[in-house]
């Protein structure tokens, strides 16, 4: 299998610009997560979806952001509009329930965002 | 509910020496405990899991850890550390059901001295 699959790798936008990021899980996997990594705050939970459904977003900052798993092969989160604080590195992790609670996450590569 | 707590934000070692990260968790129930190591720019990859089948687990790359209940611990080693070691590492607490929050620690930068 290929793995967790983000894009794009890299993002510089400017601030108030719509940002898009995508992932797609390894196929099978009915979990899935988006995580936010900064130095300042380390990795934090954004939102999470079983079965295409989000589950827990309580994570989501703000309005801002929003995420959507249309189908079990896909999922983006979006910022709108974008701004500076939001510049971290996002990444995208499966899972599978059938593994239980000893199920490990898989990591994408992250999109490392930077709004000027 | 569970939390978990890596007791050192950076540890530096000789290339050729021990390794010791240090992990403790809190939980109600059983847990399922794992490292990850994040090396720079590139995602968290699994370095072992703790399972209930074993209190000593081995991992990739000569790592163990050993899951202490009395300790709540599960402190990450490895005998001889290699510069290639060099990265983040976090330690992992998930609950005893599938749809139960999966904790993060902070991380614990390991530097490798030649």
């Known amino acids: 299998d290929a793995g967790v699959i983000q894009s794009p790798r890299h993002e510089v936008t400017e601030m108030g610009q719509e940002v898009t990021l995508r992932c797609k899980p390894i196929s099978g996997h009915d979990y899935l997560f988006w995580y936010r990594q900064t130095m300042m705050r380390g990795l934090e939970l954004l939102i999470y979806f079983n079965n295409n ?15 959507k798993m249309p189908n079990a092969s896909f999922s983006t989160l979006k910022i709108q509009p974008s701004e500076p604080r939001d510049s971290a590195v996002y990444f995208c992790a499966s899972s599978s329930g059938l593994a239980g609670v000893h199920g490990e996450l898989f990591f994408g590569e992250g999109s490392r965002l930077t709004v000027l | ?77 490895k005998p001889s550390a290699h510069m290639s070691d060099a990265a983040e590492y976090f330690c992992v607490v998930r609950g005893y059901s599938s749809a139960s929050k999966i904790i993060f620690g902070s991380g614990t930068r390991l530097s490798i001295r030649p």
């Open chain 1, 53 to 67: 459904v989000p589950i827990d977003d309580s994570g989501m900052p703000e309005d801002r952001f929003s995420a």
């Open chain 2, 1 to 77: 509910a569970q939390s978990v707590t890596q007791l050192d934000s950076h540890v530096s070692v000789s290339e050729g020496t021990p390794v010791l990260l240090r992990c403790n968790y809190s939980s109600s129930y059983s847990p399922s405990l794992f490292w990850y190591v994040q090396h720079p720019n590139k995602g968290l990859q699994l370095l072992l899991k703790y399972t209930s089948a074993a209190t000593l687990v081995k991992g990739i790359n000569g790592f163990e850890a050993e899951f202490k209940k009395s300790e709540t611990s599960f402190h990450l080693t």
